[in-house]
């Protein structure tokens, strides 16, 4: 089975612009959850989506945003990008919850300049 | 306070040390996730535990619900290991499921 593909894995964009992430969980799997990680604040969870419908939010202002599609792709956004979303942005997938094991992709890595 | 938290911070050992990772966590939890994290930022879900202990390999992880304590247990260990552990908790904050909450790693360096 292919893993857990992100794309783009590099991004660079300036303060003021949003940006699109997308991730394509394994198939099969109907649980993607989003997670942001940054030296100083370690990892941290974003949303999950199951059956395209967000099942749980992290403490994340409302300028980062997500969905899912029908075929279990997610895609994440955030607009008026600040300095301090600059990060390694990772999705993970499992079959049903977070309760089962998480598979990760590579995460794409976003700078703001 | 953080919920998780994991120690130590950093583990610097000699190639075939037995290694031990601690995670605690304040609340009660469904499951417990162990991770592993190599330079460049790959993850891979080494386990997940609700009770008990379990066993791949070198690793071993186990888990007290009554003390909210987990333990990573790595032994006979080798330069390979060296990464980043990371714990992760999966709690119940009233939504529809739970979401997890990462302790802030442990860095190991395992020398030859």
């Known amino acids: 089975k292919a893993g857990v593909t992100q794309t783009p894995r590099y991004l660079i964009k300036t303060r003021g612009q949003q940006v699109t992430l997308s991730c394509s969980p394994i198939?099969?799997?109907?649980?993607v959850s989003w997670y942001q990680q940054t030296p100083g604040q370690g990892l941290q969870f974003l949303f999950e989506?199951?059956?395209?419908?967000?099942?749980n939010k992290g403490n994340f202002p409302g300028r980062f945003s997500g969905r899912q599609f029908s075929n279990s792709r997610s895609e994440m956004n955030v607009s008026t990008l600040e300095l301090g979303d600059s990060a390694l942005y990772l999705c993970?997938?499992?079959?049903?919850?977070?309760?089962?094991?998480?598979?990760f992709g590579p995460g794409t890595r976003l700078l703001v300049l | 306070k953080n919920e998780v938290e994991q120690s130590p911070q950093n583990l610097t050992a000699q190639e075939g040390e037995f290694i031990t990772i601690n995670c605690s966590y304040s609340v009660g939890i469904s499951a417990l996730h162990w991770l592993q994290q190599h330079p460049g930022g790959g993850i891979v879900s080494l386990f997940m535990l609700s009770s008990g202990k379990k066993k791949h390999g070198r690793l071993i992880a186990t888990i007290n619900i009554q003390e909210k304590h987990s333990s990573l247990h790595i032994t006979a260990s080798h330069p390979r290991d060296s990464a980043v552990y990371i714990c992760a908790a999966a709690m119940n904050y009233g939504g529809a499921t739970n979401k997890l909450i990462f302790g802030t790693g442990t860095l190991l360096a395992v020398q030859p």
């Open positions: 993970a997938s499992s079959r049903e919850l977070v309760l089962e094991t998480q598979y």
């Open positions: 198939s099969g799997h109907r649980s």
């Open positions: 989506y199951f059956s395209e419908t967000q099942r």
